[in-house]
């Protein structure tokens, strides 16, 4: 590991680092002069020790450390690594990751057993495995829609028992994993709580698995160090959603990041997906951001339908209507048709009613 020190460092922030090195079982050798590049590896010249994941995030908490310029042999659960293959996600019939592609479709909050129920079985018929929908809505104002809380997990397991489809709902506070967790196939976590450690671990422990959508202004290395907290509880069932960044230009709710989507491939090996709906906060635009987003690379879509998106008690004007999203899922077959690739269809039937 290769790290930069601050200047002028007193005597004690110096023995701090390394100290830590020696308790580490790291040697240490100042690669210049100025005594600024530390670089630490095996103690008499042997190899570097195998550092844990914490080592690195242990020197950069260290005052005089002002960057970690090579991380050696500390990985992360979340890198990519030399020839590591994709991490493929399952939830009931769908898949993420690899060569596969799932579609995760439905309102932004259960309202009632109807519509939720009228809404699923149409997702699923035009190509949806996994059925959204929020019970427990973190909203921006106190006084909006909280959504329907335990009667909308009822709705939602009723549902899943009739449809067969997947359910992916969010879970805001560690308290209701539990309640949460009897009713999804697949724990969101919402952008608001991208850095909610407690939540995250939660999750991690639940050993379910968890899709993390990206914080509105959280650097990559944020979101994925955020992913690394379900990871170390033994949980790699992430999948990262990007959901738009927050930009400077009101036109769109939020900027989708599509260069994101193409990087954070290249440096892990967890799946992606894209979130058109919150990304741009415009029915019009969810189906161009759909594309750019599958092209980019993701490996699903979570998107937001209504049949009457005028009637929905959040997030109307983003919402597609049915033969919208019919267009949507046609267009997800074809980009992955591009590049060896394949949109997994629902198979799952739902009990008789
Ligand atoms: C949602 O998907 O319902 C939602 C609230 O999204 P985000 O957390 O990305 O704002
Ligand atoms: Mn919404």
């Known amino acids: 590991m290769l790290l930069r020190l601050r200047k002028n460092l007193s005597r004690a922030e110096l023995e701090a680092v390394l100290g830590l090195a020696r308790e580490l079982g790291y040697g ?15 103690v008499d010249g042997g190899p ?14 260290l005052a005089a450390v002002s960057g970690v310029l090579d991380a050696g042999e500390s990985h992360e659960l979340f890198e990519r690594g030399e020839g590591r293959a994709d991490t493929v996600v399952r939830v009931g019939d769908a898949a993420f990751g690899g060569k596969h592609i799932s579609l995760v479709a439905g309102p932004c909050a259960i309202e009632d057993f109807d519509s939720a129920l009228e809404i699923a079985r149409a997702v699923r018929e035009r190509g949806a495995t996994c059925l959204r929908g929020g019970a427990f809505k973190p909203r921006t104002s106190p006084y ?16 899943k028992l009739a449809t067969g489809l997947a359910v992916v709902t969010e879970v805001l506070d560690p308290r209701d994993v539990a309640a949460v967790g009897q009713v999804a196939d697949m724990f969101q976590i919402g952008s608001r709580n991208m850095q909610n450690s407690a ?6 422990k639940a050993k379910k698995p968890v899709l993390l959508k990206r914080g509105f202004a959280a650097t990559l290395r944020e979101f994925l160090l955020a992913a690394e907290y379900v990871l170390a509880q033994g949980n790699e069932q992430v999948v990262l959603c990007e959901r738009g960044i927050r930009g400077f230009d009101p036109s769109t709710r939020n900027v989708l990041d599509v260069g994101a989507v193409a990087y954070l491939k290249r440096l892990t090996h967890l799946p992606v997906v894209v979130d058109p709906s919150h990304a741009s906060g415009r029915s019009e635009l969810v189906r161009p951001l759909s594309r750019a987003g599958l092209a980019a690379g993701a490996d699903g879509l979570i998107v937001e339908v209504h049949p009457h998106p005028e009637f929905t008690h959040s997030d109307g004007e983003q919402a597609i209507d049915l033969e919208e999203f019919r267009l949507v899922a046609a267009d997800a077959r074809a980009i992955a048709a591009l590049d060896g690739r394949e949109v997994v269809a629902p198979r799952t039937q739902g009990a008789k009613r």
């Open 28 to 42: 240490t050798r100042f690669l210049d002069g100025g005594r600024e590049i530390l670089a630490l590896d095996g």
């Open 48 to 61: 570097e020790p195998v550092g844990a994941p914490d080592h690195r995030a242990r020197f950069e908490d």
């Open 144 to 159: 909006s829609f909280q959504g329907a809380r335990a009667k909308g997990l009822e709705i939602l397991a009723q549902v």
């Open 199 to 204: 939540l995250l671990i939660e999750v991690g």
